[in-house]
Every structure is written in structure tokens, then in C-alpha cells.
């Protein structure tokens, strides 16, 4: 459905994917910025899938700008916000400074590292640096980070091997530990442990 997007005259271009909501928390501007480094690039493309307060202003700037490589999917479903997870080759999540932030660890975290793809973040050090950290699934970086963003993003698109070890460490932990399922079985074994304790 989406495989048009990510390809010019046939040749599938390095994908960046951010699917989410587009408002005034996730900080965009740090994936935009990143992008106005690579626009003379013909090879790598800036998918951003979601809705918003923010999303005309983006798509705006990014024509202002001329940054053509930067392709704005509007609203989309869960299912398809997956399957973008699975066709694209990393993700890239940005969040400001302010300290309630480093509380925050969306689904959309859960599908970028769960889908296997390597999670590029920036933000204040907290919960989603630490499941990256975890996982060993991507690369947390400050907020507002963008050079270093962009670093990130060429190192994974001239490194395929280390990509593709990073996101399958990512989904390998997440499928183990997070997964709906294993949850249920360890609330299971709790549950089951008291009701024999208090029986």
C-alpha cells in the first residue's frame, strides 16, 4: 500500500519513519531539522504518519523549504501504522526537555522496536532511553539533538549489518518480555500464587 512512498523509479530509498500524533509535545522540528542537512540527498526519504494541531504548520514549513524528501501521510490506523513500521528501515522519535517527559513510553515505542526496526530518540533521559538501553534496539540521544540525529540515521543506512542486529535485539526483547500475552501469563502466576497463599 505505502511501498510507492518509499521508492523513486523503482529504487526503494532509505526510509525514516515517525508515526504518531502531531502536536505540540513531540518536538518534529528535531526530525526536520535533521532533514534540511539531507536535502541535496536523492537516496533517503522522511515518512511522517500521523495527525495534529502541528501537522499543517509541518507540512508548510516543509514546503517553504522545499524539503521534498520529507512525505506527510496524514491520519493513519494502527494496523497501518505497523505495517509503515515494517516496510520502513528505522524510526525516529523526538520529545522536548521538560522533565515530565522522560515519563513518557507511547505504544508507538512498543511498535518501533517490536516491528524489529532500530529506534533513533531524542529526549530527556527516562523510560523510553531506558528501554532502549534495554533492548539495545536504537540510539538516545539529548533532546533537540539533531546533528546527532542525522549521524545516527547515516550510520544505520551504511551499516546494514548493524541495523538489522539492532532492530532484531529490539523485537527479540520486546516479543520476550513485553509481549500482551507473556504479560497475561505473569499476571496469571501472581494471581494464582495469592488465591493458593490465602486459600
Do not use: W
Amino acid at each position: 500500500m505505502y511501498r510507492s512512498v518509499f521508492t523513486s523509479q523503482g529504487d526503494k530509498k532509505f526510509t525514516v519513519l515517525y508515526a504518531g500524533s502531531l502536536g505540540y509535545i513531540v518536538d518534529l522540528m528535531t526530525v526536520i531539522n535533521a532533514a534540511k542537512l539531507l536535502k541535496e540527498s536523492d537516496d533517503i526519504v522522511f515518512i511522517i504518519a500521523g495527525d495534529g494541531e502541528q501537522l499543517k504548520y509541518y507540512q508548510n514549513l516543509a514546503k517553504s523549504e522545499k524539503l521534498y524528501h520529507i512525505k506527510f501521510l496524514g491520519q493513519v490506523t494502527k494496523a497501518q501504522a505497523i505495517q509503515l513500521c515494517k516496510i520502513c528501515d528505522v524510526c525516529v522519535y523526538a520529545l522536548g526537555d521538560k522533565p515530565i517527559y522522560s515519563l513518557f513510553l507511547g505504544n508507538k515505542v512498543f511498535d518501533y522496536l517490536g516491528s524489529g526496526k532500530p529506534l533513533i530518540f531524542c529526549g530527556r533521559k527516562g523510560d523510553i532511553s531506558d528501554l532502549i538501553n534495554e533492548t539495545n534496539g536504537g540510539f538516545s540521544l539529548d533532546a533537540y539533538d539533531y546533528k546527532g540525529l542525522l549521524e545516527k540515521i547515516l550510520y544505520l543506512k551504511n551499516n546494514d549489518h548493524d541495523r538489522y542486529k539492532i532492530g532484531e535485539n529490539a523485537k527479540r526483547v520486546i516479543y520476550d518480555k513485553y509481549l500482551t500475552k507473556h504479560s497475561m501469563d505473569k499476571i496469571y502466576r501472581v494471581l494464582r500464587k495469592v488465591l493458593i497463599e490465602y486459600k
